[in-house]
């Protein structure tokens, strides 16, 4: 009998000694994602690692910070798609005060198992971009009917945020007026209506109100357990980064140029190698930053073959007609280059400033060739003509004159003296027919 109660006082020992050193123990840190900027294949593909991470660290919850004008509808849905399926909640936070989850933010927010902003912050506007327009009408001004395509993707993007506001348990009605209105709310009437769960000054708040909160995840129910709980934010890696820069639509448009002018000018001087190895790595990687992004083809042809018709003028002279028609083309396809999200165009200063550049150029061009047709020809047969050369000889009809430090055959009408001097009225060949000078 003592035995027992000996064995029984030292497993109940040990169990204490175990639920002691669970009890010191750190629990396991969150994951912290950024969104920032304009959304992009390189966001998608930073939230798409960033949850991998996250399953294989074990995370108890990815708190997701967010401030982003919109971006690509097909990176949204990338970056929903992971957040649906990812194993863990998924806390979407609007921060820090001033930053906006605007456009396909909006959407991101909605996907979110619970979402929260900070003071100060808004969501919304979320209207496609193809149908709203980058400017809205006036409100006087009656809007033009849609077209059957336009209807389409709205009813489609309606349709696509209250599922995820179903989803979610939040307000579905002003989900639809976001998208179909472009409507937008502050962080305080964003919680009244009940299309954000919290407002959180900063983290630490955050994770203090989220203590104790559920939701559902793969039919099962889990509950947040933030006490002492860190979060620990994973940086994009390099591949990430580098995809951010190749992406960037000012970075996409450089590099095209530089590669149709590295081919342009290895094709003018064959043999200089670096012009055309520049120009093929960096036309290879602007064409892979355009297939990402939202690209009008017509548009990059249109720069492409403009680009060229301005190389032309300046190795076939056409008094501005080719570089004024490039100039044309380069400009209207730099305009309507991207055609698709907020954050995802060339900044039209740039494109003006390249556009001013180019005008002055063809300008210089259209001057210097001008002038030149103007200049009396000093070259070839044609510049002989009124020459003053001197005989060399005593002729009548044929003989011999110096020609600058040359002897050429020459034929005069007149007779002409050794050393008497005779202007170039006809070249034949090698012949010079001449008039002596009165």
């Known amino acids: ?9 030292a497993i109940l020992r040990e169990a204490f000694a175990a639920s002691a050193l669970d009890a010191g123990k750190a629990p396991t840190p969150a994951l912290g994602l950024e969104i920032r900027g304009a959304i992009g294949p390189a966001t998608a593909q930073y939230l798409q690692h960033g949850l991998e991470v996250a399953r294989r660290r074990g995370s108890p919850f990815i708190v997701l910070e967010i401030d982003t ?15 649906l399926a990812a194993p863990m909640p998924v806390v979407g936070y609007v921060a820090p005060s001033g930053a906006r989850a605007a456009s396909a933010g909006t959407y991101i927010l909605y996907a979110c198992h619970f979402a929260a902003m900070a003071p100060a912050t808004n969501l919304g506007a979320a209207t496609p971009v193809s149908i709203g327009g980058s400017e809205p009408a006036p409100a006087a001004q009656p809007r033009p009917p849609m077209t059957a395509e336009q209807r389409k993707v709205l009813n ?11 989803l979610r348990g939040r307000n579905a009605d002003w989900a639809e007026q976001a998208v179909r209105g472009a409507a937008s709310l502050p962080a305080t009437q964003a919680l009244q209506r009940h299309v954000v769960d919290l407002i959180a000054p900063d983290l630490t708040s955050l994770l203090t109100q989220l203590d104790g909160r559920t939701t559902q995840i793969g039919g099962r129910t889990v509950t947040l357990d933030t006490r002492g709980v860190k979060v620990k934010w994973l940086p994009p890696d390099w591949r990430t980064q580098l995809l951010t820069v190749i992406t960037n639509p000012e970075i996409a448009y450089g590099l095209l140029l530089i590669g149709i002018w590295g081919l342009i000018f290895e094709g003018y001087h064959p043999g200089g190698m670096l012009p055309g190895v520049v120009g093929v790595i960096a036309l290879l990687v602007a064409l892979f930053a355009f297939q990402l992004l939202p690209t009008n083809f017509a548009g990059l042809a249109l720069l492409m073959v403009g680009a060229g018709m301005m190389a032309a003028e300046f190795f076939f002279p056409a008094y501005g007609s080719l570089g004024i028609g490039g100039l044309i083309a380069f400009v209207v396809g730099s305009l309507i280059l991207f055609s698709g999200a907020p954050g995802i165009q060339v900044a039209q200063p740039l494109i003006g400033g390249l556009a001013v550049t180019g005008g002055i150029v063809i300008l210089g061009i259209v001057y210097l060739a ?3 047709r103007r200049s009396p020809v000093v070259t070839g047969t044609q510049a002989m003509l009124g020459a003053v050369v001197e005989a060399v000889e005593d002729f009548a009809a044929r003989g011999r004159v110096r020609y600058g430090s040359e002897l050429w055959n020459a034929c005069s009408a007149a007779p002409l003296r050794a050393g008497q001097a005779a202007r170039v009225v006809k070249v034949e060949g090698l012949t010079l027919w001449v008039e002596p000078l009165r």
């Open 370 to 372: 001008t002038r030149a």
């Open 1 to 9: 009998m003592a035995l027992a109660v000996l064995m029984s006082i």
């Open 69 to 83: 004008p919109g971006g690509l509808e097909t990176s949204m849905r990338q970056i929903i798609s992971a957040i």
């Open 156 to 166: 489609d993007s309606i349709a696509y945020i209250r599922g995820l506001a179903q």
